[in-house]
T-cell receptor
């Protein structure tokens, strides 16, 4: 049973480009949570999705960031027109019938 | 006041020591509680769930006190490999959202 998969593991973008981060949940999990972590800082909740629905996006910046979890395929976190301040580790966690969350290895985004 | 509050440390202890971490939470409606461990530049990994009755997993013991709204983690006979950041987490229930503490840093020294 594969764990939570994230790709790419490392992503380098120039300012103004788009970044697409993908998360494939653990088998049987329908809840997806995205977090951002800056160096030496704590996890910051961004968005919670359940198949095809955004349940809670209270942590998402109002502009440039969007997330989806389609019926088929991975969840996508999309950042448009990236800026240097977007450089961070982005973690996806997934869950099933309980509140326990299992994390993917993260995507480290570097904006040049 | 932060929703989940932990002492950031760092805690520096010698191998073999016993170390205890405490954490407080503000939302009395929280239903699920966990301790996660995060190594440098890695993802958080579930260490253990926390229950009012207390639970033990080898050298690790976790306890929840709902009346005082605090959660504890006790590590006995510390190993070098226990060096990490320990994250206290609470929340869940109907809205499924977990609130994360900022973490307590532990360094176990030879």
């Amino acid at each position: 049973n594969a764990g939570v998969m994230q790709n790419p593991r490392h992503l380098v973008r120039r300012r103004g480009q788009e970044a697409r981060l993908r998360c494939s949940p653990m088998k049987g999990h329908s809840h997806v949570y995205w977090y951002r972590q800056l160096p030496e800082e704590g996890l910051k909740f961004m968005v919670y999705l359940q198949k095809e629905n955004i349940i809670d996006e209270s942590g998402m910046p109002k502009e440039r960031f969007s997330a989806e979890f389609p019926k088929e395929g991975p969840s996508i976190l999309r950042i448009q027109q990236v800026v240097r301040g977007d450089s961070a580790a982005y973690f996806c966690a997934t869950g099933g019938s309980t509140d326990t969350q299992y994390f993917g290895p993260g995507t480290r985004l570097t904006v040049l | 006041r932060k929703e989940v509050e932990q002492d950031p440390g760092p805690f520096n202890v010698p191998e073999g020591a016993t170390v205890a971490f405490n954490c407080t939470y503000s939302n009395s409606a929280s239903q699920s509680f966990f301790w996660y461990r995060q190594d440098c530049r890695k993802e958080p990994k579930l260490l253990m769930s926390v229950y009012s009755s207390g639970n033990e997993d080898g050298r690790f013991t976790a306890q929840l006190n709902r009346a005082s709204q605090y959660i504890s983690l006790l590590i006995r006979d510390s190993k070098l490999s226990d060096s990490a950041t320990y994250l206290c987490v609470g929340g869940g229930g109907n809205n499924r959202k977990l609130i994360w503490g900022l973490g307590t840093s532990l360094a176990v020294n030879p």
